[in-house]
């Protein structure tokens, strides 16, 4: 079996929820929320004229991480491992579908002057949503220190990112991360009952 659970995914999982249904409160029924997050944001300095974290954002978009995880799958597919391909695949692809529902649901608008390229909804961030599932999937395949430390750097730096580009609240980038996390931890669990899926189907 080429993905194996974990020990603290149902921790994980549990953290997920529990965030979400947090956030769902607070935007809700909680306006001191909104403004401690507010509060919070205008402590992040302002970096929107700096090429670097532009460059930073504009390899993290989400379009670009749906071609990485194709990649991905490619060389996964090209190895002989069509399932755990498969699975890439459809953890992406459920986590980004899943990523759209939560940003109908909440509708949070965007901080005031964030960029005009960076429309649509707040929360969740789907530059987040993408380097995290895309950074776990490959700790997943390979966990090695290196692949570790890579993956956690450049994760921080795509968060990073947002918030001094001024396109997310702390909240978004924070509770995206963990969104992210909980649901790669339920898909590692379901990797076995899928391999057997696929397995009979193909």
């Not at 999982?13 to 997050?37: E, Q, R």
């Not at 700096?50 to 597919?77: C, D, E, H, M, N």
């Not at 939560?102 to 964030?114: E, G, I, S, T």
Request: glycine fraction near 6%; avoid cysteine.
């Amino acid at each position: 079996m080429r993905i194996t659970p974990a020990q603290n995914d149902a921790l994980q999982m549990l953290a997920a929820l529990a965030t979400l249904i947090f956030m769902s409160w607070s935007l809700k029924y909680w306006p001191a929320f909104y403004h401690l997050d507010q509060r919070l944001h205008d402590q992040v300095p302002n970096r929107q004229n700096s090429s670097f974290w532009r460059g930073v954002a504009w390899i993290g978009q989400p379009k670009l991480t749906v071609g990485y995880a194709l990649v991905l799958a490619g060389v996964l597919w090209l190895t002989a491992d069509s399932i755990t391909a498969f699975w890439v695949l459809a953890t992406l692809g459920s986590l980004d579908a899943l990523g759209i529902g939560v940003k109908l649901y909440f509708k949070r608008k965007r901080p005031d002057q964030h960029l005009p390229g960076d429309d649509g909804y707040s929360f969740p961030s789907g530059h987040v949503l993408g380097t995290t599932v895309l950074v776990l999937m490959i700790w997943a395949l390979w966990p090695t220190p290196w692949t570790g430390s890579l993956g956690l750097v450049w994760l921080m730096l795509v968060a990073a990112s947002r918030l001094v580009l001024r396109a997310h609240y702390p909240s978004d980038v924070f509770s995206t991360m963990v969104m992210a996390a909980g649901w790669v931890a339920l898909l590692r669990r379901l990797y076995a009952p899928l391999a057997e899926l696929v397995t009979r189907l193909f």
